[in-house]
């Protein structure tokens, strides 16, 4: 089983949000800790990740959600690291007139292919990406689409803590590289 890569977005991702629970319930899942969560600069990002991977002994799924999408993408252009998968959740469009000051320097989207397979999980409320926008990333990047209604930013302040369909999807996405099915494994828990 590979090893999953957490690259949360903008100010990173709480205790309860989804990232942070997979994190401690998948096997062999590790954060990637960038040097400032809240005025992210895209190259300190993207050496982060570069440092992330290739300090693994095998190739990650990455799971990234909102900014840290972009990292990915970004990345992916120039690291020659390699990666099984990717997983990404709510891209942030950090190309539209309203995007904070503070995520304008990850712009402009990466346009091209990603050299993984990888799956877009959109939204088609979310504050920060419109769907046909999302689907347009979707595309560029030659990544697979899941559309999910009414979830927001896909994170704890839509409702997403747990997310067992994101779980789902990241099944999915397993099953895609590896050719066969195969649940992520749950960490094992001690005692209560």
Same mark, same amino acid.
Request: proline residues 13%.
């Given at each position: 089983m590979p090893p999953y890569l957490i690259i949360p977005g903008w100010t990173g991702s709480g205790p309860d949000h989804w990232q942070s629970r997979w994190e401690r319930e998948l096997v062999g899942a590790t954060r990637v800790e960038m040097p400032d969560w809240h005025a992210p600069q895209r190259a300190d990002w993207m050496e982060a990740l570069d440092r992330a991977v290739g300090a693994l002994a095998e190739a990650p799924i990455l799971i990234a959600h909102s900014l840290g999408c972009l990292a990915v993408a970004h990345w992916a252009v120039r690291s020659t690291h390699r990666v099984r998968a990717a997983l990404l959740?709510?891209?942030?469009?950090? !190309?539209?007139?309203?995007?904070? %000051?503070?995520? &304008? $320097?990850? #712009?402009?989207?990466?346009?091209?292919?990603?050299?993984?397979?990888?799956?877009?999980?959109?939204?088609?409320?979310?504050?920060?990406?419109?769907?046909?926008?999302?689907?347009?990333?979707?595309?560029?990047?030659?990544?697979?689409?899941?559309?999910?209604?009414?979830?927001?930013?896909?994170?704890?302040?839509?409702?997403?803590?747990?997310?067992?369909?994101?779980?789902?999807?990241?099944?999915?996405?397993?099953?895609?590289?590896?050719? !066969?099915?195969?649940?992520?494994? %749950?960490?094992? &828990? $001690?005692? #209560?």
């Open positions: 959740v709510a891209p942030a469009d950090v !190309e539209r007139a309203s995007s904070p %000051p503070a995520l &304008r $320097g990850f #712009a402009p989207v990466p346009r091209g292919r990603l050299r993984f397979p990888s799956r877009v999980v959109a939204s088609d409320d979310d504050p920060f990406v419109t769907l046909p926008r999302g689907r347009q990333i979707a595309l560029e990047w030659g990544s697979d689409l899941s559309v999910l209604d009414g979830a927001g930013h896909i994170n704890t302040e839509s409702g997403h803590g747990p997310w067992p369909a994101g779980l789902a999807l990241l099944r999915r996405l397993e099953q895609k590289v590896a050719g !066969e099915p195969r649940a992520p494994r %749950p960490r094992e &828990r $001690g005692p #209560a």
